[in-house]
Nanobody, 123 residues
Framework: QLQAFGGGLVQAGGSLRLSCAAS????????MGWFRQAPGKGREFVTA????????DYADSVKGRFTISRDNAKNTVYLQMNSLKPEDTAVYYC??????????????????WGQGTQVTVSS
């Protein structure tokens, strides 16, 4: 089970740190990703990190502003979001992929999903 938390309301230009904690299984060997879904839109890829944390991938819209990291000892993945914009407003989901070792960017490549946490950025 994955649980995402840390969302909230923040002004444009502000920062938030999301966490995704796993229980019931270890995620240390899984590729982990974050996706988001804005109102009225489909779920989109945000970022992914390899099992070791040595490789990462980001959507162009968040490059330079968001940073994904992981602490395998704590079975937790983080998403540091800086310089937030109103267009970052969405429900953010963490996901784990047990089927691939590459940085997966497609939803179907992920096996386990968290429940989502709301991020709202006001202008």
């Amino acid at each position: 089970q994955l649980q995402a938390f840390g969302g909230g309301l923040v002004q444009a230009g502000g920062s938030l740190r999301l966490s995704c904690a796993a229980s019931g299984r270890t995620i240390s060997s899984y590729v982990m990703g974050w996706f988001r879904q804005a109102p009225g839109k489909g779920r989109e890829f945000v970022t992914a990190i390899s099992w070791s944390g040595g490789s990462t991938d980001y959507a162009d819209s968040v490059k330079g502003r968001f940073t994904i990291s992981r602490d395998n000892a704590k079975n937790t993945v983080y998403l540091q979001m800086n310089s937030l914009k109103p267009e970052d407003t969405a429900v953010y989901y963490c996901a784990a992929s047990a089927r691939t070792t590459r940085l997966a960017t497609r939803q179907y490549e992920y096996d386990y999903w968290g429940q989502g946490t709301q991020v709202t950025v006001s202008s």
